[in-house]
């Protein structure tokens, strides 16, 4: 009698795909927002274990087999839905952000250093011209990663 790999991969592979968005890709802004590294991952695993399951339902297997395969394919589905939960539901019910600027309001005075440990001023920016011409506007990028 041989192994049902395929159930048995895309189970692990659903475990890997689950586990990595926490220890990995949260890391990086892109996975973070949208988890499409996972739900790739998550796809392989459903094909694998739509596979496994086919194989496992053929007339000459045993009961046993059917048994483990179908709680291995729904574990994996369950652990899919934990992420889409995760992701897509639990996100939504993080509180908005009352005191951030919203865009077209004009941003409050603050003062920051440059690369050259020197202070600067959004008001500085504004009224310094810049090619012998006013500036029109400053735009701010907010970074939320790390140096």
Do not use: H
Not at 16 to 29: D, E, I, K, T
């Amino acid at each position: 009698m041989r192994i049902n790999w395929k159930i048995w991969a895309g189970f692990l592979l659903s475990l890997v795909a689950l586990l990595s968005y926490p220890f990995l890709f949260v890391r990086w802004p892109v996975p973070r927002e949208f988890p499409c590294a996972n739900l790739i991952l998550f796809a392989i695993a459903m094909v694998l274990l739509i596979l496994g399951l086919r194989r496992a339902f053929k007339p000459d297997k045993r009961i046993v087999s059917k048994i483990f395969s179908s709680l291995a394919a729904a574990f994996g589905v369950l652990l899919l839905a934990g992420l889409l939960f995760m992701i897509f539901v639990m996100g939504s019910w993080l509180p908005r952000s009352i005191g951030a600027p919203q865009v077209g309001q004009k941003a409050p005075d603050f003062t920051l250093t440059d690369s050259n440990d020197k202070p600067v001023t959004l008001a500085q920016l504004l009224s310094e011209p810049i090619d012998n011409k006013p500036p029109k506007g400053v735009l701010l990028i907010f970074y939320r990663g790390y140096w």
